[in-house]
């Protein structure tokens, strides 16, 4: 089985080709304000790499969020064009997955993404799994009281957290990831959509000014 990883949750394009358990080519490439723009090209660098087309991939795992809300779209929207228009498998996993599943060696994991003005996107995983804090939007302070409460704990981040803690880089190990991820079930394209966990800050706006 051949699975395409994309994520574009973040200013980077990361993405990879894994066949029967092997990284067959990857990429890791900061595109920033070019994301929309060369995400597509990129993704056809890669495949001519190996001399594959999107036709021989089957199935697609997407990063749908949370994170940069435009990364998150342009990142959905190649996934589904890619599935819908081939007839492919596609599922997808939260960016906070992501993180979790590339460290090892901790009794409780603990990705943050900056949301900014004193809010993250975060979840606290244990070693088997399970989910202490619920992926969500919190504030950073409440965020510190879950952790007072934790020994052992890893923090994921490529941010700039303050937080008490042993902190490392998020550095996507996409093998194991899409290993971790590869049975979840599929899902029709048309139901992929961003998982954004906030609202964005003009709906917010909105809903103030009611």
Do not use: C, W
């Amino acid at each position: 089985m051949r699975i395409l990883y994309i994520d574009t949750s973040s200013n980077y394009l990361i993405t990879g080709i894994v066949e029967n358990d092997k990284l067959l080519v990857s990429t890791n490439k900061k595109l920033d304000q070019n994301l929309s723009r060369d995400a597509v090209p990129e993704l056809a660098k890669m495949f001519d790499k190996v001399n594959l087309e999107p036709k021989d991939i089957d199935k697609i795992i997407v990063v749908d969020g949370p994170g940069s809300f435009t990364g998150i779209r342009i990142g959905v929207t190649i996934a589904k064009v890619f599935a819908y228009a081939l007839k492919k498998n596609i599922t997808t996993i939260s960016s906070l997955e992501a993180m979790k599943e590339s460290v090892n060696d901790a009794s409780y994991f603990v990705p943050v993404i900056d949301a900014r003005r004193g809010y993250v996107y975060a979840a606290i995983y244990n070693k088997n799994d399970r989910e202490i804090l619920n992926s969500g939007y919190i504030k950073l302070s409440v965020l510190k009281d879950k952790l007072k409460m934790l020994e052992d704990y890893l923090i994921i981040t490529n941010d700039d957290i303050e937080v008490d803690g042993i902190k490392t880089k998020y550095k996507p190990d996409i093998l194991k990831i899409v290993e971790k991820y590869k049975t979840r079930k599929n899902i029709n394209p048309h139901s992929v959509n961003p998982n954004y966990l906030k609202l964005t800050e003009a709906e917010e706006h909105l809903l103030d000014s009611k």
